[in-house]
């Protein structure tokens, strides 16, 4: 086996550069950087009401995220020597990193996790279905009469 085939397969290549353009490897976050960058993702998003806002609005956002934590989380992702600073790509060439990022990071495991919630949800749900419920069962200690508690001669 050589090497290559034992790297990670979510380790990413992306290009970067505005007049010569390098090649760079971006590796996944570890899961203690995936919870950080998720936290920063977080608090920067929670103020914004994605029902209402503006297309505008949300872009602000992300590009308030990308300024303040783009520099820090290239360094989480690349090796010393690949680290790039936003004055270094463009604008597609920042949406590509990003979305290579999102992609490595955070895509797989979101659908794991749903997987995951939908096997314990339908666990769950077969175990409640096999079990009898207060409906299914007869109460066989309780007295029906079909007799009226007053008589006829209290009636008149």
């Not at 979510?10 to 970067?16: D, L, P, T």
């Not at 029902?51 to 290239?74: F, G, H, R, W």
Request: negative net charge; hydrophobic residues 35%.
């Amino acid at each position: 086996m050589t090497i290559e085939a034992k790297m990670n397969p979510n380790i990413k290549k992306a290009e970067v550069g505005l007049r010569e353009i390098r090649e760079v490897k971006l590796y996944p976050l570890s899961v203690a950087d995936q919870f950080k960058t998720t936290a920063v993702i977080k608090e920067t998003t929670k103020e914004i009401d994605f029902e209402t806002a503006t297309n505008q609005e949300i872009a602000s956002s992300i590009v308030d995220i990308i300024q303040d934590k783009l520099d820090e989380i290239i360094k989480l992702v690349t090796d010393p020597q690949d680290t790039f600073t936003l004055e270094e790509i463009d604008a597609v060439q920042l949406t590509d990193i990003v979305n290579k990022i999102y992609e490595a990071n955070f895509e797989g495991a979101v659908k794991n996790v749903k997987s995951l919630f939908d096997k314990i949800k339908e666990s769950f749900q077969l175990k409640r279905s096999s079990q009898p419920s207060a409906k299914d069962t007869l109460a066989i200690d309780s007295k029906t009469s079909t007799e009226s508690p007053i008589s006829k001669e209290d009636q008149q």
